[in-house]
Nanobody
Framework: QLQLVESGGDLVEPGGSLRLSCAAS????????IGWFRQAPGKEREGVIC???AGDIITYRDAVKGRFAVSRAGYLQMNSLKPEDEAVYYC??????????????????WGQGTQVTVSS
């Protein structure tokens, strides 16, 4: 069974940092591109950032540029967190990162999500 599991979500104060992890079972995550998504309450799920198999990176949200970093090891490093970053974060696997927007349907396996809460 193909599965992704996110971890690392937590409550953090504005300006703080978190590192999310994405772990795969049933397949080799390093064979695929990894997309990171988030969904805030009452909003649609949105693409945040994607890293391709060769390490090429597409950042879908201008608001996270310079603050979020992604690695092929399955990590999403989030720095200088803001209240507007609060959401459930998901990782998903796909063959390649698409631009300028992610192809949601092309992501063949999704994690269950991890909650990131940014509040003082």
């Amino acid at each position: 069974q193909l599965q992704l599991v996110e971890s690392g979500g937590d409550l953090v104060e504005p300006g703080g940092s978190l590192r999310l992890s994405c772990a795969a079972s049933g397949f080799r995550l390093d064979y695929y591109a990894i997309g990171w998504f988030r969904q805030a309450p009452g909003k649609e799920r949105e693409g945040v950032i994607c890293i391709g198999r060769a390490g090429d990176i597409i950042t879908y949200r201008d608001a996270v540029k310079g603050r979020f970093a992604v690695s092929r090891a399955g990590y999403l490093q989030m720095n200088s967190l803001k209240p507007e970053d609060e959401a459930v974060y998901y990782c998903a696997a796909t063959d390649e990162c698409k631009a300028p927007a992610p192809d949601f349907e092309a992501h063949f396996v999704w994690g269950q999500g991890t909650q990131v809460t940014v509040s003082s």
